[in-house]
Every structure is written in structure tokens, then in C-alpha cells.
């Protein structure tokens, strides 16, 4: 049985047995202009503080997510599970329907000359 592919993410963890560090290896951009950043965290009292800074991050961008999404909702009049596939379907590399058309539904057929209906 083949392994699992591994996640893509823009960075790496990696330990430094020689220097007893751990790594963060960032990648930003995209080719060729892509570059890449590492950071060394030296102790284990670093390594909790880059923990909960991280945690905190995510903390408050959860939190931001979920009041724009009340935004939309009570000020936009978006409905609620059309947003959240819209933004599902953003986080998906495969799909194609416009974004747009998640959130307003499915535009209206054009007519052709000399259709009925």
C-alpha cells in the first residue's frame, strides 16, 4: 500500500541534532520569485512562547472569521449555509464553480433567439 501524499504546506519543521534547535523552514511567494525564511527556535521555553503565539493567532483569526461571516448574514442578507460552501469551495483546489454563483445561486439562462419557454 503507497504512503500518503504529504500535506502541502509553505513550511517545514525540521531539528537540528547538531545545534539541538528546532527549524522552521517558510516558504513565501510563488516561483521564480518565490524565497524562503528559517527560523532557529534555540530552547524549549522558546519553542512554548512560538506555541501559543501561534495558538493566539489562530485563536483570533477564528474569531474574525465567524464575525464577518455574522456580518454577511445580518448586514448583507447572505444565507448562512450558501457562505459557508462558498468559502468551503475556496479552500478547495478542485473546484470550479464560481464563487459568485454559490453565494447568488445559479445564474439565469440566457435565451436564444426563437426558444420557447
Given at each position: 500500500m503507497p504512503e500518503p501524499a504529504p500535506e502541502q504546506l509553505p513550511f517545514r519543521v525540521e531539528f537540528d541534532a547538531a545545534k539541538g534547535e528546532i527549524v522552521v523552514a517558510m516558504t513565501y511567494g510563488v516561483p521564480p520569485q518565490q524565497t524562503m525564511r528559517r527560523k532557529a527556535i534555540p530552547?524549549?521555553?522558546?519553542?512554548?512562547?512560538?506555541?501559543?503565539e501561534h495558538r493566539h493567532e489562530a485563536f483570533l483569526q477564528t474569531r474574525?472569521?465567524?464575525?464577518?461571516?455574522?456580518?454577511?448574514?445580518?448586514?448583507?442578507?447572505?444565507?448562512?449555509?450558501?457562505?459557508?460552501?462558498?468559502?468551503k469551495a475556496l479552500a478547495d483546489p478542485t473546484s470550479t464553480v464560481p464563487v459568485s454563483q454559490i453565494l447568488r445561486g445559479a445564474a439565469p439562462q440566457q435565451r436564444?433567439?426563437?426558444?420557447?419557454?
Open positions: 530552547s524549549l521555553e522558546a519553542l512554548a512562547v512560538a506555541i501559543a474574525l472569521a465567524q464575525h464577518l461571516a455574522t456580518a454577511a448574514v445580518q448586514h448583507l442578507g447572505v444565507d448562512p449555509v450558501r457562505l459557508d460552501a462558498a468559502v436564444h433567439p426563437g426558444s420557447t419557454g
